[in-house]
């Protein structure tokens, strides 16, 4: 799968952006998303990820009550909806796939299994000021 992350953007503090992901190949229903981050100066961190039945889990607890993941298999597109946004959320954001059938419930670790052996694609500049 190939995949491009769109919609990022410059904000003011509070604001909100959908990010989305469009996916091209067969077989997305079979994917398992991931959202990640890369701050100016900082490492890649998963943000949160969604599986195959549509269950979500988030990895950062700033985000947590503010972030949501959702995806549209028809249409071949996982989002991430950002409310609230803070200063601190400025970062390329990065989605990645990779197939599994999994669910988060099975495998807790999900996003770790997306990071190390996910498709990846080019990543989106959010900037948020304050």
């Known amino acids: 799968v190939q995949l491009q992350a769109s919609g990022g953007g410059l904000v003011q503090t509070g604001d909100s952006l959908r990010l989305s992901c469009a996916a091209s190949?067969?077989?997305?229903?079979?994917?398992?998303i991931g959202w990640f981050r890369q701050a100016p100066g900082k490492e890649r961190e998963g943000v949160g990820c969604?599986?195959?039945?549509?269950?979500?889990?988030y990895q950062l607890e700033s985000v947590k009550g503010r972030f949501t993941i959702s995806r549209d298999n028809i249409n071949k597109e996982a989002y991430l909806q950002m409310d609230s946004l803070k200063p601190e959320d400025t970062a390329v954001y990065y989605c990645?796939?990779?197939?599994?059938?999994?669910?988060?419930?099975?495998?807790?670790?999900?996003?770790?299994?997306?990071?190390?052996?996910?498709?990846w694609g080019p990543g989106t500049q959010v900037t948020v000021s304050s």
């Open positions: 990645a796939a990779t197939p599994s059938t999994l669910t988060i419930s099975q495998a807790p670790n999900l996003i770790r299994l997306i990071n190390d052996f996910g498709s």
């Open positions: 190949g067969p077989a997305f229903d079979y994917y398992a």
């Open positions: 969604i599986d195959v039945s549509d269950g979500t889990s």
